[in-house]
């Protein structure tokens, strides 16, 4: 019986170890791994920003007595250069880039407050004065924008259009006395003209960008006629002529709506 019980016990322990051989193993079980993604930096989209700089003043202001006999002549001609001054102000814009290739369009206004007056003094029988004072209040532009973008991060570019501006002129021509001579004076004179120039941007985030950049503005020439005031000596007149031009070199930065195209893989 013992021998029995025995042979019954190692029947048992077979069977429990066959099934414990025959339990399948379950397959392992893989997730699918996350599809990778990787923002592209890119120059499309809108943007608004600001920006600070220096203009200075490449026209000039000058003053005509008529008619000028020789004694006079020395007070005809030149006077000053335009206005100079700091500038600040704002621009919007968008850019539409292709390849390396960005094009773009930008309106900005920028305050000068900057003036320059300037004078001749001398003695033709009597102490006589000339003072011509030109002065630019502001100064806006339209303009296109072409550039490329050699790397993601930056953006060489030209750009060129539309130039409007505020100025106010004036000049005041003295013969013995204050009180006698001739005047003239525009004030808030509203003028377009052209403007030009070239920079560079970078893209620090997807959403902001730093840039400096050149622009050279035309305004063209105004003619302001001199008035009589008091007595002034007969058969004479004064009239000014200003140019209205100059350049600019200032730096900004821009926020761009939106956020960086992701591709996926």
Request: glycine share 16%; charged share 10%; with cysteine.
């Amino acid at each position: 019986m013992k021998n029995l019980a025995l042979v019954l016990a190692a029947l048992g322990l077979g069977t429990v170890a066959a099934s414990a051989a025959d339990m399948s193993i379950p397959a392992p079980r893989y997730t699918k791994a996350p599809v990778a993604v990787a923002p592209v930096a890119t120059w499309t989209g809108c943007y608004i920003g600001a920006n600070v700089g220096y203009s200075w003043g490449d026209g000039s202001s000058g003053l005509a007595l008529l008619p000028s006999p020789a004694a006079f002549g020395a007070f005809d001609g030149r006077y000053t250069g335009s206005p100079s001054g700091a500038l600040g102000g704002g621009q919007v814009g968008c850019n539409y880039q292709s390849g390396i290739f960005v094009v773009g369009i930008e309106a900005d206004i920028d305050y000068l407050g900057a003036s320059k007056t300037a004078s001749r003094t001398g003695v033709i029988d009597a102490p006589v004065l000339g003072i011509v004072s030109q002065k630019l209040d502001w100064l806006g532009s339209v303009r296109g924008r072409v550039g490329i973008s050699p790397g993601s991060n930056w953006l060489l570019y030209a750009t060129g259009g539309l130039a409007y501006g505020n100025t106010s002129f004036s000049h005041h021509f003295s013969f013995g006395d204050p009180n006698r001579g001739w005047a003239g004076v525009l004030n808030n004179d509203f003028r377009t003209g052209w403007i030009a120039g070239a920079g560079v941007e970078y893209m620090v985030t997807p959403n902001w960008t730093v840039k400096g950049e050149y622009l050279y503005y035309d305004l063209g020439s105004t003619r302001v006629v001199g008035l009589p005031f008091n007595a002034p000596l007969a058969g004479f007149g004064a009239d000014g002529l200003y140019t209205t031009r100059g350049s600019i070199a200032r730096v900004g930065f821009n926020y761009k709506f939106g956020g960086p195209v992701v591709a996926r893989y």
